[in-house]
């Protein structure tokens, strides 16, 4: 075989396995972890989280309840035990989940028992959803470090996920497509001004 044709034969197959070595970098440089919040409202969450440096999506869902496939209207009438929570998926390398829960406990006031402002029920709840025992871990430690910020002690419930129901299609970007809404205005705009974040 000539040296020409050993240089297309090589060529050829270095061309045909570029797509497997490009579609392999892909999916194992992805980075991707996830983050499970209650703290209110998820409208108001949500918003705050978008905002964060190294987040990738922020999902409002509902979680922690004995329903299966819980709708808004069940939930908000408080006999799921689902609390309104947000999934998070972000990036570990740009964003830790301590800085996470940094902006948790700044977010929302965790010394109240299932209420948050002028929300009321257990769907308000102060709530961390841990999905592996290292979170567990972080988000206990967290919790103390954080409670010299409060007069009053923190309420928030940390126990594992069982299960996340994403919320509907119309609760998605809630604020982002809803900035002129009473409770945008009066609730939310208002606290991404306080926390810097508007």
Known sequence: MSSYKIFLLVSSIFISIIPTMLATETTTTKNEEKAYLGGGCFWCMEALFQKLPGVISVKPGYAGGSMKDPTYEKVCQGETGHAEVIEIIYDPQKISYNQLLDLFWRAHDPTTWNQQG?????????????????????????????????????????????????????????????????????????????????
């Open 118 to 198: 002028a929300d009321l029920g257990p769907q308000y709840r102060s709530v961390i959803f841990t999905i592996s025992p290292e979170q567990h871990r972080l988000a206990e430690t967290s919790k103390k470090d954080a409670q010299e910020y409060f007069n009053k002690p923190i309420v928030t419930e940390i126990k594992p996920l069982s299960h996340f129901y994403p919320a509907e299609k119309y609760h998605q970007n809630y604020y982002q497509n809803n900035r002129n809404a009473p409770y945008c205005r009066a609730v939310i705009a208002p606290k991404l001004k306080k926390l810097h974040m508007d």
